[in-house]
């Protein structure tokens, strides 16, 4: 029978990278010096999960690396090592390095073996510093080993004495079983000695009083016959003697017995060892036949866990949903108006259920922010002890549901927050001291729902942001004139402004190249946009606002001549008649209006698509939608709002070609296309 | 058709294990760890357990040990699934009653090759 074993292999992966993450969320649990049992116990049952399941399913090199990690947690776990900082930095060190061994396995690249055998080297280290006897056990592999020459000496036969204990049969075993193995060895005699058996009153019929002198004739070599007997050799007195030793040691095999202690055969002619190894290589080969290693040809495909609860309400609503169908065919069937209040009513049914699927569809793609979050606990001990800092993280909210997709995207933005947080936000300890606050600082990730946005907040209690000196650093950098009048919110906002660090030194965690502007471009490609709450010298917050989904669009609909466009609703701030004295012509700019103590650019619609508007809509009299993104606004000219809606995303790229100013389409209700506008985008196009 | 409970903490390792013993004709009952397995076992009777040591809530030999102590798991063939490092591992479950063992890594082959064994 054979069995294809890579159909296990994703299963495999899924369960070992949620077991690295265990590992490495234990790992950063452990306070050094105290032993936590239950931590190291999971994480020693993760290790080794690994570890066995690796081996079984043909990642030899995963196996033998993950070997040694076991090696130096089951000696934490015996509280034979004392749990050290270093020892966790190096188990740590080691799950990064079996992640990317077994991701690249995975997508079937090249494992790095220069830098699995540093980790290795690093980890035997460890583990021998403070063991000067175990330079053996670490290089053990599991690789199953053929039985050594010495062992099988080929006989022609074997006598074998046999005396289980009376509680054999308890163990499972059973006497007959071996028999049956030993038959198919060679030529059996079996010969029952019933000496020990007690009278019949005293019999307990579970217990075992026969012994038995066994005789096995045939080619056979010594391990084979202690592979059977392997599972009881505590459980029975045994002797196990050739038929060449016994003629040669010329006295009875019985003598040998001593209860307690089985005699082991070490002599073994010379001459017939000779003849042992050729049969043994050809035997043993089909057993060290490793499984093929052979990674799967793609990257396996993206797959998610869905609560069955979920799957559940769903299949419910899909019921519920070919009941009013059916309830509405066959009200079709034969129509007369004295029915039209069921026609309405089982069509208001209709839409709940409609709209009760799409929340339980959308529900699938959800998970939970945690996903995002626990990289952070790792994120901040490594950062913090590399910068001096005493940092705490905590993390609420980790179970609000996200789409899997904003989940993907929204985890670099994070990072980078808090890489902010602890780099610029939270101070060396002795200026917290100074200061007033506890050497431990305080970053927290904060998720919640609101209204139809998740909202993550990134909080420190640091030194918070100092808008004036803000301000004045964009003004060195070119990014403001001197004479700008702002708020102090907004002042907060130029740290977004391309181009601009605060930190006087950048540093390798937070000026990695990449600045705030990205972070801000980056959740703003997403739908959302960032706040920042700072009161200086208590601490700041980036709150994050991101739409739940990125299938479905919350959106203004608006009128430009014939056609329909949607505005998403997130980035509109108002609505008004443009009236032709508010318009006026700024030189280089084009036509602008005053809005309050602002100017801004005026987009026609019309113009930039090239579509002819209706005869009411001529002239500069219209409605004007004031649009915001990237901290820039502008007004849209158009024809007329039709009014809010949820329209569901389509790929216009996909299924057309990239359009500037647009961001994809959608089907709006009477089955024509309307476009989504990107707002970001026409921003760009109104300033240039 | 034999009854085989098979343990495993490891869904990979379960669903191997499971595979092949239900592709060789057994009738196969999955335990997640020793809490579910001794549920699922109690009250009925299977003709051979299968089962991985270290596994949360209840280790293999803990599980073995509570069925051995069950009137109708008194003779049932008991297989733990072990690590080649783990001699002490051998020792403590037969003290708990084990009737022997398989070694990890195993191909499904070995593992059939024991189950026949035990099942005659």
């Known amino acids: 029978m054979t069995i294809d074993m890579e159909q296990f292999h994703q299963v495999f992966f899924e369960e070992s990278f949620e077991g690295l993450d265990v590992m490495e969320t234990g790992l950063l ?16 049952r993760a290790a080794h999960s690994i570890k066995g399941g690796s081996g079984t399913f043909g990642f030899m090199d995963v196996s033998a690396f993950t070997h040694v990690m076991e090696t130096l947690l089951d000696e934490m776990r015996d509280g034979r090592r004392q749990v050290e900082q270093r020892g966790v930095n190096v188990l740590l060190g080691s799950v990064d390095c079996l992640r990317e061994m077994l991701a690249a396995i ?76 030993l038959e198919e060895l060679g030529d059996l005699t079996v010969e029952a000695d019933f000496r020990g058996l007690p009278e019949i009153q005293d019999l307990d019929p579970e217990e075992c009083h026969l012994s038995w002198d066994i005789r096995l004739e045939g080619d056979i070599e010594r391990h084979e016959i202690d592979e059977i007997f392997d599972w009881v050799e505590d459980d029975c007195d045994m002797s196990i003697i050739s038929f060449a030793d016994e003629a040669e040691k010329n006295r009875p095999a019985e003598e040998d017995l001593v209860a307690g202690e089985p005699i082991v055969e070490k002599v073994v002619p010379a001459q017939e060892t000779a003849k042992a190894p050729t049969k043994q290589a050809v035997k043993a080969e089909p057993e060290v036949k490793r499984p093929e290693n052979k990674p799967a040809a793609k990257p396996a495909s993206a797959s998610i866990r869905v609560d069955t609860a979920k799957i559940d309400s769903l299949i419910n609503m899909v019921g519920e949903l070919v009941i009013t169908q059916s309830m509405l065919s066959s009200l079709g069937e034969d129509f007369d108006m ?66 899997k997709t904003v989940i993907e995207l929204i985890s670099d933005p994070l990072v980078h927050l808090v890489r902010n947080s602890l780099d610029h936000g939270v101070e060396m300890p002795d200026e917290r001291i100074a200061a007033g606050k506890p050497a431990l600082g305080i970053v927290h990730l904060n998720a919640f729902h609101r209204g139809g946005n998740i909202v993550i907040e990134v909080t420190d209690d640091g030194n918070g942001l100092d808008g004036d000196k803000l301000f004045n650093k964009a003004v060195e950098k070119g990014v403001v004139e001197p004479d700008t009048q702002l708020t102090e919110k907004e002042k907060f906002d130029l740290i977004f402004a391309a181009g601009f660090s605060t930190a006087e030194v950048v540093s390798d965690v937070s000026g990695r190249g990449v600045g705030m502007d990205v972070v801000r471009k980056n959740i703003e490609a997403l739908g959302g946009h960032v706040e920042i709450r700072s009161k200086l010298g208590k601490g700041s917050t980036f709150a994050i606002y991101l739409p739940l989904t990125l299938a479905i669009l919350d959106g203004q609909s608006v009128a430009v001549g014939d056609e329909t466009y949607i505005v ?74 039709l009014g809010q809606q949820q329209v569901v995303i389509k790929s216009l790229e996909t299924n057309y070609r990239k359009i500037e100013g647009i961001s994809a389409a959608t089907i709006l209700g009477d089955g024509s296309v309307g476009l989504i506008l990107d707002i970001p985008g026409l921003l760009r196009l109104a300033n240039r | 058709m034999a009854s085989i409970l098979a343990v495993d903490d490891s869904a990979s390792m379960r669903q191997m294990v499971s595979f092949t013993l239900k592709g060789a004709g057994y009738e196969v009952i999955e335990g997640v760890d020793g809490v579910d397995a001794l549920n699922k076992a109690k009250g009925r009777k299977v003709d051979l357990v299968v089962t991985d040591v270290n596994m949360p809530n209840m280790d293999g030999i803990t599980l ?32 708990a009653g084990a009737t022997g063992w398989i070694v990890k890594p195993f191909n499904p082959d070995q593992l059939l090759k024991t189950v026949k064994k035990v099942l005659g």
Not at chain 2, 78 to 91: F, I, P, R, V
Request: proline share 5%; hydrophobic share 35%.
């Open chain 1, 568 to 641: 998403p609703l997130a980035s509109v701030i108002e609505s008004f008649n443009l009236k032709p004295e508010m318009v006026s012509y700024v030189a280089g700019r084009g036509e602008t209006f005053r809005l309050r103590d602002e100017y801004l650019p005026i987009l026609r619609m019309d113009n930039l698509f090239g579509v002819h508007r209706t005869e009411s809509g001529k002239g500069s009299d219209g409605l004007l939608v004031v649009v915001e993104g990237q901290g820039t606004r502008c007004g849209l000219l158009v024809d007329d709002l």
């Open chain 1, 29 to 44: 649990n452990l306070s050094p010096g105290t032993a936590d049992m239950e931590e190291i116990n999971t994480i020693f």
């Open chain 1, 106 to 181: 995975q997508s079937g690249d090249e494992v790095d073996s220069k830098s699995v055998s540093t980790h290795q080297k690093e980890l035997e280290i460890e583990l021998n510093g403070s063991r000067s006897e175990a330079t053996g056990e670490a290089a053990e592999i599991v690789v199953p080993e053929p039985d050594k020459a010495e062992d099988s000496a080929v006989n022609l036969g074997w006598h074998i004495i046999f005396c289980p204990h009376v509680h054999l049969m308890k163990t499972g075993n059973d006497p007959v079983r071996m028999f049956r193995e």
């Open chain 1, 338 to 403: 004295t029915k039209l209040d069921l026609l309405q009513s089982g069509l208001s049914q209709l839409e709940s259920h409609t709209r009760e699927l799409q929340q339980s569809a959308m529900g699938i793609r959800m998970m939970p922010i945690s996903f995002v979050f626990s990289r952070f606990p790792r994120l901040v001990h490594d950062l913090s002890s590399k910068m001096g800092k005493q940092i705490e993280l905590k993390l609420s909210g980790e179970n609000t549901e996200v789409d």
């Open chain 2, 64 to 95: 073995i040990k509570e069925l051995r102590a069950l009137p109708n798991y008194k003779f049932t063939p008991m297989l733990m699934l072990t690590t080649e490092s783990g001699a002490d591992k051998k020792a403590q479950g037969r003290a």
